[in-house]
Nanobody
Framework: QVQLVESGGGLVQAGGSLRLSCAASGRTFSTYGMGWFRQAPGKEREFVAAIMWSVGSTYYADSVKGRFTISRDNTRTTVDLQMNNLKPEDTAVYYC????????????????WGQGTQVTVSS
């Protein structure tokens, strides 16, 4: 059974940094894409970043470009999201997703989802 488990969320002041990690188990995603999405209270889930596991190509939402970095660790089978210069508007529950056939910002492209981890940025 596929399982995605996020970790690393928390409370940070504006301008600070956090690193989220998504541990994947149950199958190999070596030929698929993985992504991070977020959802703030009262808003729809929005795309943050994606990576193709095999070649490492990446794709970012404009709102996080230059501040966030997505990467994968083949030995730990994890996908990480390094978040720098955080802003209050980055506050949301962050979700890891897996199983897309290409780099995609569309949640419907992903077959598997984690439970989410809360990120809160105070001003």
């Amino acid at each position: 059974q596929v399982q995605l488990v996020e970790s690393g969320g928390g409370l940070v002041q504006a301008g600070g940094s956090l690193r989220l990690s998504c541990a994947a188990s149950g199958r190999t995603f070596s030929t698929y894409g993985m992504g991070w999405f977020r959802q703030a209270p009262g808003k729809e889930r929005e795309f943050v970043a994606a990576i193709m596991w095999s070649v490492g190509s990446t794709y970012y939402a404009d709102s996080v470009k230059g501040r966030f970095t997505i990467s994968r660790d083949n030995t730990r089978t994890t996908v990480d999201l390094q978040m720098n210069n955080l802003k209050p508007e980055d506050t949301a529950v962050y979700y890891c997703a897996a199983g897309s056939r290409r780099l995609s910002a569309n949640p419907a492209s992903y077959d598997y989802w984690g439970q989410g981890t809360q990120v809160t940025v105070s001003s």
